[in-house]
């Protein structure tokens, strides 16, 4: 039996001030030979196939994509080129720049999607509140095709702002979001109206921005919702599956376990009240003047 390789001896990444930070296998600071073999040929296939972009292929993000595929190098390099195409064919750089989603505080009585604070970890926490969900003056609103730019432009501002800031205010990297699913009062009629945008969006999430999820509780979950996760489910692959906890109507503990009480909007069992309703405060450490 092969015995284990042994973590490489990469340094920490730059910015690590927590004394206390180690970081999980496959990441920087705690990669095998192997995973830092994998690491330098696919860093070097790119350059070498002109496929290489500075700005967006750090060591991290490279890791992201390997880990998202086992380490298998062309695996990772051919999700490395789809995502790429599909940014150009998605028009992100122009979207970043451009767009303005203007009927946010309208949407948000209908569909509140929104980043709040931080966890115990440090990562951003992510909030759907589907229970509200209103499809009919949803779209009276907004379409479906918005909705879909309006959650590609917040996951660069995840990658390229709110990562980053919370690595600063916690002193070592973060690379996941902590994410609460609200399903109080969501009936079957109401998912099955959205699940086209549901697809959608898991498939950008995993295709494009991989390895991006830390923590995923949803909560409130119905007696119906086995109905529910019997669609979603095979949408995932088992990875993203195994970072999912479905909780009842008690999960009030679980989640202060993870998430500060002074962080968790009051509504789910925090203390959390800000000005304007926590949904739209876009409070955090990537915001520095939040309406609080």
């Known amino acids: ?15 690590v ?14 990669l095998t030979q192997t995973q830092l073999h994998a690491l330098e040929t696919l860093r070097r ?21 390997l880990r998202a ?23 992100v750089e122009e979207l970043v720049e451009s767009f303005d989603f203007k009927e946010k505080a309208a949407v948000d009585k209908y569909y509140p999607q929104y980043y709040h604070k931080m966890d115990k970890d440090g990562r951003p926490v992510y909030i759907e509140v589907l229970g509200k969900l209103n499809i009919q003056e ?12 309006r959650l590609v432009v917040e996951y660069e501002k995840f990658i390229t702002d709110r990562l980053p800031a919370c690595a600063a205010a916690v002193g ?11 399903l109080s009062g969501v009936s079957l009629s109401q998912f099955y109206r959205v699940k086209d ?30 109905a529910v996760w019997t ?18 109507g008690g999960y009030k503990d679980k989640l202060l376990a993870q998430i500060p009480a002074e962080n968790l909007p009051k509504q789910f069992g925090g203390k959390c009240e800000c000005a304007g309703g926590c949904s739209l405060s876009d409070a955090g450490p990537w915001n520095p003047d939040p309406a609080l």
């Not at 015995?3 to 490489?8: D, F, H, I, K």
């Not at 001030?17 to 705690?30: E, F, I, V």
């Not at 949803?138 to 730019?149: C, D, F, I, S, V």
């Open 1 to 15: 039996m092969a015995t284990p390789q042994p973590a490489s001896a990469s340094p920490m990444p730059e910015g």
């Open 17 to 30: 001030t927590d004394p206390s930070y180690k970081p999980l296998p496959g990441r920087l600071g705690n």
């Open 45 to 65: 296939q790119l350059q070498d196939e002109g496929l290489f972009v500075p700005e967006r292929m750090d060591d991290a993000t490279l890791l992201r994509f």
């Open 69 to 91: 595929r086992k380490f298998d190098v062309e695996k990772a390099k051919a999700m490395i080129v789809a995502c790429e195409q599909w940014r150009k064919d998605f028009k």
């Open 138 to 149: 949803l779209y009276k609103l907004t379409t479906q095709e918005r909705q879909l730019q």
């Open 172 to 182: 070592h990297p973060v690379e996941t979001s902590c994410t609460i699913l609200d």
């Open 197 to 226: 945008y549901v697809s959608a969006a898991a498939s950008i999430g995993q295709d494009r921005y991989p390895e991006c999820m830390g923590k995923f509780y949803i909560i409130n979950a119905p007696w119906a919702f086995s």
């Open 231 to 248: 669609v979603i489910k095979p949408w995932l692959d088992e990875v993203t599956v195994s970072k999912i906890d479905i909780l009842g």
